[in-house]
């Protein structure tokens, strides 16, 4: 078996985003350090990530590591950039160990020739998108005000129709204002083969929208009614949801390989355009500099990164949450949610529940009993 | 509507796994065999960053 080690490398290609999302947890945060980035990646500092994770490989042996390239908008480069990268990255990389390479896109730049050109390279591509009709797309807007929703269409279209091997998944923010049953059939009308839905990017200083409803769970119920859809959906196609397989997988004894649930160290670190190694984007909603380091490619090893403590932090598991959450009987499921979920501004740390988890323990309970239909259940507790 | 167990601080069922191919649920078959998979590939367990695609999973069934 593989040392523990860091097995996703987020790599920025482009700091900046054609679109202007109204719920960006990127450009709508206390962090604003994009603005201190180059706007695109160099040749150089991809060179020498490529050779840190190879470092790191060589170290470590994992069987496999997943390169993702992101942004702000990665496609701002045009395909080339994220190709060269993706080779960079497997040219360096020893022997032995699998390197799977994602893009994660808005799609509004995803062209028919970069469609290919990426496809043909084995670079899997992955859309944001909040439905699968204009109006669930109306929070995601260009810069003018402009839905990005038609060509948002035209990429997820173009993809499961012209090259199906690519098609990575769709990736929708969950708004406890749309009806679950229209965003999940009009995604599945996308045909993805995966889907998941996130949590927006909160924490106990900026309150979830829709808080102030009567409900006390509206995105725990929300989840709930999408997970009845998934569960009892004997269609063809079925796309893996991975919040709910995840609950589902970890409910059924597992570990969770999501940083949105579970207990699991979260194995993944950014490297931004500059070379800088970071923690996840979604610490930037906490405060300024939230997700940083010190450290980078050109000066540090990814071993070096493993062994910081802020990135520690977040591989901390149980011994990482508050009292609340270590003796509370769902936590091994919930593993109290994202991390950056957990801020509270008023005392500056994340040993707090996840500001999400009423919604989560209304999920989790809510697959148990979906599960609890299926399966017979033993006699021990799970405390 | 709420399970009658959906209550804070009620312990969650542990319930008996059955094997790869051991329920005719089509959705709870995909996440066994994901699980089988993944608890056959010697990995120490990881949690990946969420904005991003998995890759591929194995078909319900596949063998590992």
Redo the contacts between chains.
């Keep these: ?4 080690c860091l ?2 490398f ?1 790599l920025k290609v482009h700091s900046r985003c054609n679109l202007d999302c109204t719920y960006c947890y990127i450009y709508r945060s206390p962090d604003t350090s994009w603005r201190d980035r180059p706007h695109h990646v160099g040749e150089h500092t991809m060179r020498q990530t490529a050779r840190r994770i190879a470092e790191h490989v060589a170290t470590h042996r ?3 590591v ?1 390169v ?1 390239l ?1 942004g702000g908008e990665p496609l701002l480069t045009g395909p080339e950039p994220l190709v060269a990268y993706a080779d960079t990255v497997r040219r360096a990389v020893p022997d032995g160990t699998d390197v ?1 390479v ?1 893009v ?1 896109t808005n799609g509004t730049l995803l062209t028919r020739p970069a469609l290919d050109r990426l496809a043909d390279a084995g670079i ?3 859309i ?1 998108l909040d439905g699968g009709t204009a109006a669930l797309n109306a929070r995601r807007v260009d810069h003018a005000g402009r839905p990005s929703w038609p060509a948002a269409r035209r990429a997820a279209r173009m993809l499961a129709a012209r090259r199906p091997d690519a098609y ?2 769709l ?1 929708c923010t969950v708004d406890p204002a749309t009806d679950p049953a229209e965003v999940y059939s009009s995604l599945r009308a996308l045909a993805p ?2 889907l ?1 839905f ?1 949590l927006p990017h909160v924490h106990w200083g900026s309150r979830p929208p829709g808080r102030h409803r009567p409900a006390p769970t509206p995105y725990g119920d929300w989840l709930a009614e999408a997970f009845d859809l ?2 009892d ?2 269609t063809r196609g ?1 796309p ?1 949801v ?1 919040l709910f ?1 995840e609950i ?2 970890l ?10 649930v ?1 207990l ?5 670190v950014v490297v931004e355009t500059d070379g800088t190694i970071e923690r ?3 610490l930037k909603t906490a405060y300024p500099h939230a997700p940083a380091t010190g450290l980078d490619v050109h000066r540090n090893s990814f071993d070096e990164a493993l062994g910081h403590p802020r990135i520690a932090a977040l591989r901390a598991g149980l011994g990482g949450l508050g009292e609340d959450c270590r003796a509370c ?2 936590v091994r ?1 919930c593993g109290g949610g ?1 991390y950056a979920h957990r801020y509270s501004r008023r005392t500056g740390h994340f040993r707090h529940p996840s500001v999400h988890c009423a919604d989560l ?2 999920i ?3 697959a ?2 979906r ?2 239909e ?5 006699s ?4 | 509507m709420r399970s009658p167990d959906d209550a804070p601080g009620i312990p969650l069922p542990v319930f008996e796994r059955p094997g790869v191919g051991g329920t005719p649920h089509p959705v709870l078959a995909a996440v066994l065999a994901e699980l089988h998979a993944r608890e056959t590939e010697d990995e120490l367990p990881a949690a990946y960053y969420g904005d991003s695609p998995d890759p591929p999973s194995p078909p319900a069934g596949a063998a590992p």
């Design positions: 078996m593989s040392s523990d097995r996703q987020v994992p069987r496999s997943r993702d992101h799977t994602t994660q899997r591509i992955g944001s990575g998944g990736l083969p995966a998941d996130l998934w569960w959906d004997g079925l893996r991975r397989t589902a997988a409910l059924l004894g597992g570990s969770s390989r999501t940083d949105a579970g699991s160290p979260i194995a993944a996840l984007d979604s009987p769902v499921i994202n323990e209304r989790i309970r809510h148990a009993a599960i609890g299926q399966l017979s259940v033993s021990r507790s799970l405390v």
